[in-house]
């Protein structure tokens, strides 16, 4: 088994395109019975490409009105972002980069700008922003499809910006072509059945595998890792972890596919609040929801038959302590991710309070030259450094497949706990 807990590696969740259920070939019969007993089988979906931005987006001949998203403002540059920064070497990683869509989000981690990067190729379905992403990375070489993109033997590392509902699919597409994959968050979309077996092709291919959470490097999570890494909270009693994302008429996406979503489905920015910085887990789960007022949450006007515009969770941590966990769309002010820690040693608000009275260094990692930091607090670059710099040290990235999955399915789990009012439910555990 590929789990902590052998009884605990199990997937359940249920095809939002109808109302038919299936359990897909090769998992064990002891399992097989367990999933049809529970009525949930497995989430499959088309091909999708992701789409955010503000201001106005022409598709098509019409032109949408679209909000400001949360997250993408630039982050002020810090004076000494690059300073310290060594090259590990001159070798240039062969990269494709797939999805642009409404937030030009293939281009926003500025692969196109690091030194140990050459771009070799992009797609985008759409041939207008596939063209418009070829531009933006400096690229002369395009592709209909990140099917046809992966068949080019060029390419050693490929980053995934595509629909979160093709995350997975795509992810085992390019390791399955023997390529190293980047993925945009979550790491799968509503599906245990498909985090298992994402687990299961990363461990298989040897290949390396990273999710671009953003929290993880935003500076009061990056200080909270290491100092939790160095000891001064001892184990965590308490974690919290919010995203507030409101969000009045929804999000433009390639066929909706965020129109009405469970809000938990995408719980990776407030978990990391957890996960991020111990690289533990969630064991179990009580999630209540709020039915919401906003029309795509009435009952029919969403293909995930999903009331909630906001769930929380609280959590069962991995060392016994407690987390909870928000995600809302429908509570306008005060909008980001934050998130606080409380340990037997000390904790974490706005700094670090507690006993220990010798901190580690909490400052992030140098950034090549004309790397910017980027949006979500100036994590974007950071994320690409240490997705490239994990292939040249042939390492483990940071947010590895099994953190990856372990910020993820607490949330799967959370909304099936909240359609069940609040029931406790245990998490699916996945270990590296």
Known sequence: MNS??????????????????????????SRR???????????????????????????????EDLPKIQGFERSSEDPDLHKGWNSLSDRKIRVG??????CKFGAQFGFQNHPN????????????????????????????????????????????????????RHCIEVLKHGKHVASAVPAVFGSLEEAEE?????????????????????????????????GGFGKLIFSEGEYWH?????????????????????????????????????????????????????????????????????????????????????TPGNEGELGRVRGERGSYYEGYQGLETSLPNLSRPPLPPDVPAGSHGGSHGHLTEEFISAILQDRKPLVDIAMALNMTV?????????????????IPQFLA
């Open 117 to 168: 990067v050459e771009i070799v190729a992009v797609s985008d379905l759409f041939p207008d922003r596939c063209a418009e992403l070829a531009k933006a990375c400096n690229c002369s070489k395009t592709y209909p499809s990140l099917e046809e993109l992966v068949k080019d033997d060029t390419i050693e590392a490929v980053f995934v910006a595509t629909d979160a509902p093709s995350h997975q």
């Open 198 to 230: 994402l687990f299961e092709v990363v461990q298989h291919t040897g290949l390396k595998y990273m999710m671009f959470e953003t929290s993880c490097f935003r500076e009061n999570l990056y200080a909270m890792s290491q100092i939790y890494k160095s």
């Open 33 to 63: 019975s367990f999933l049809n007993s529970l009525g949930f089988g497995i989430a499959g979906l088309g091909l999708f490409q992701a789409g955010c931005s503000g201001g106005k987006h022409i598709h098509q001949g019409h032109a």
């Open 97 to 102: 980069i797939v999805g642009y869509g409404v």
């Open 246 to 330: 409101y969000s009045e008429k929804g999000i433009a996406s390639y066929k909706d596919w965020r129109h009405g979503m469970p809000p938990q489905w995408y719980p990776t920015h407030s978990d990391a609040y957890y996960v991020g910085v111990t690289n533990g887990s969630f064991t179990e789960v009580s999630c209540l929801g709020k039915p919401s007022s906003m029309e795509r949450y009435q009952q029919g006007n969403n293909r995930y038959n999903n009331p909630f515009a906001t769930e929380i969770s609280l959590y069962r941590t991995s060392e016994g302590g407690m987390a909870r966990m928000c995600r809302s769309s429908d």
């Open 4 to 29: 902590r807990d052998n009884k605990s590696a199990i997937g359940y969740s249920k095809d939002i395109r109808d109302d038919a259920f299936s359990i897909p070939e090769g998992v064990p019969n």
């Open 410 to 426: 607490g949330g799967i789990v959370a909304h099936q706990s909240a359609l069940k009012d609040g029931e406790w439910m245990k």
